[in-house]
């Protein structure tokens, strides 16, 4: 600090017209600053790079969108499929299950219990034998399933999609922006750094954008795909169980009773 001292009095002394004072420059925050140039570089871009953004800029609101109501939907399944196969393991009554299914209107194993609870009183009233009757519930159970799997599978190939051609749409909006600058480039004359950098800058932007809605989706898409699967997989062994039970205890007393115990020791 002395030293510094020493050399300002020293300069002031050779000659005072070098030292001014100095005015204290203003500046912006760091996140402030890099918002503003985000914007001003979105709104130099030119028409075919803010076309790619708008675009962009809807995939990712609309990935956004199936990612709530996914985590949602897929919460409430998951969690009433359970508390359902809990009421399924300890009725003693079909048939009362049967009324109380409803209230599990999230759960894709309730509505599959009830589809297959109707088609076997749909065989019982055609007196069907047993093998016929158990081919009839056993295709429902399957058409059960495979409606709510697609149910529940629904918009997320878009997430797939978002994931795939987001970076590359980006990267079409980022070469075209360049091809821009470029082209200004040569009818200004001049290809110096201050020049060239704002239009690049202005062109990376769409690929950072694509970037940016697709990483999101990529993940989630995965997320609930898996999610899904194992939901499919509860399906298909209830399916499996409930097929058991009818087997054993149910259709072998023959067409009349619609009431019967769940339990394997029942």
């Not at 399933?145 to 918009?155: D, H, I």
């Not at 051609?165 to 290809?191: C, K, N, Q």
């Amino acid at each position: 600090m002395s030293v510094t001292l020493s050399l300002l009095a020293f300069a002031q002394a050779a000659d005072p017209s070098l030292v001014t004072t100095a005015t204290p420059a203003t500046v912006a925050p760091v996140g402030t600053a890099a918002t503003s140039n985000i914007v001003q570089m979105i709104g130099h871009a030119g028409p075919v790079v803010k076309g790619v953004l708008l675009a962009l800029s809807g995939f990712s609101l609309f990935s956004w969108a199936i990612i709530l109501s996914k985590a949602i939907q897929l919460s409430w399944a998951s969690r009433n499929s359970n508390a359902f196969l809990d009421a399924f393991w300890q009725s003693r009554s079909l048939t009362n299950l049967y009324a109380e299914a409803a209230g599990f209107g999230s759960s894709p194993i309730a509505h599959i219990f009830r589809i297959g609870y109707q088609e076997l009183g749909r065989v019982h009233k055609a007196r069907l034998d047993q093998r016929t009757a158990m081919e009839n519930v056993q295709r429902a159970l399957r058409r059960s399933s495979a409606a709510e799997g697609t149910r529940l599978f629904k918009y997320l190939p878009f997430l797939a999609t978002c994931g795939n051609a987001a970076p590359f749409i980006g990267l079409f909006g980022t070469v075209w922006g360049i091809m821009d600058s470029f082209h200004e480039i040569g009818l200004a004359g001049s290809a110096n750094l201050a020049t060239v950098a704002p239009g690049i800058s202005e062109a990376l932007v769409a690929t950072a954008v694509g970037l940016a809605a697709a990483i999101p989706a990529v993940i989630f898409f995965n997320y609930f795909n898996s999610w899904v699967r194992e939901l499919e997989a509860e399906m298909s062994n209830f399916n499996a169980d409930f097929i058991n039970i009818l087997e054993r205890d149910l259709l072998k007393r023959g067409p009349a009773p619609l009431t019967g115990k769940t339990n394997a020791g029942d």
